[in-house]
């Protein structure tokens, strides 16, 4: 069974140009969860999808980040227009249920250098 | 969430076996223990989880605190590969995973 991808594994932009990072679940996952860690900062959640809906989008910086995730499968994250704290590391995992039972896989992240 | 305390770092003996422990003295009845690891340059990686009695997978064994207030990722036989960050996450419900700083452990020949 194929693992979260995530693609690209590394992505370097100027600031002010946009990106969008791909992650595909675990196929049958209907919960997908974006996470990030910037230089030097503990793991943070972003957001969480449950098929096409966004159950909580709490932990999004601000509005230069755009979630998507249509038709249920795989999510995309754009960030318009980026900034240098933007930088870090871009997790996606997915689950099979969302509760506190439920384990996440996640993917190998995108590496993310806005310069 | 319930606040975690654990080492900032560990080391063992390749072979030997490693006990890695977690407070969680605020942990609500309810709250499952998870336990994650990241590799280095890999992304987070579920290890474990309990929510009152000791648990076994082919990874780890989880022991838990008869109060609950602690909690101790056990790893057999520590091999190279098992070097990593180890967060110990406890879930009062939901969905979001609320890492920590973790125990990064080192894994000497």
């Not at chain 1, 679940?25 to 969860?33: E, R, T």
């Not at chain 2, 579920?46 to 929510?51: A, E, W």
Request: glycine share 8%; proline share 6%.
């Amino acid at each position: 069974e194929a693992g979260v991808t995530q693609f690209p594994s590394h992505s370097v932009i100027e600031k002010g140009q946009t990106v969008t990072l791909r992650c595909d679940p675990i196929s049958g996952h209907d919960n997908l969860y974006w996470y990030r860690r910037v230089m030097g900062k503990e793991i943070k959640f972003l957001l969480h999808f449950v098929k096409e809906s966004k159950q909580d989008e709490s932990g999004m910086p601000n509005n230069r980040f755009l979630a998507e995730r249509t038709g249920g499968t795989y999510s995309t994250l754009k960030v318009q227009p980026a900034e240098l704290e933007d930088s870090g590391v871009y997790f996606c995992a997915s689950s099979q249920g969302s509760g506190q039972y439920y384990e996440q896989y996640f993917g190998p992240g995108t590496r993310l250098t806005v310069t | 969430d319930a606040k975690t305390t654990q080492p900032n770092s560990m080391e063992s003996n390749e072979e030997e076996p490693v006990h890695l422990p977690c407070n969680h003295s605020t942990i609500s009845g309810t709250d499952y223990i998870h336990w994650y690891r990241q590799l280095p340059s890999q992304g987070p990686e579920y290890v474990i989880h309990g929510l009152t009695s000791n648990v076994n997978n082919r990874m780890a064994s989880l022991a838990i605190a008869e109060d609950r207030k602690s909690s101790t990722l056990i790893l057999h036989r520590a091999t190279l590969r098992d070097a990593a960050v180890y967060y110990c996450i406890p879930r009062p419900g939901g969905y979001a995973l609320n890492f920590g700083k973790g125990t990064s452990l080192l894994v000497t020949p």
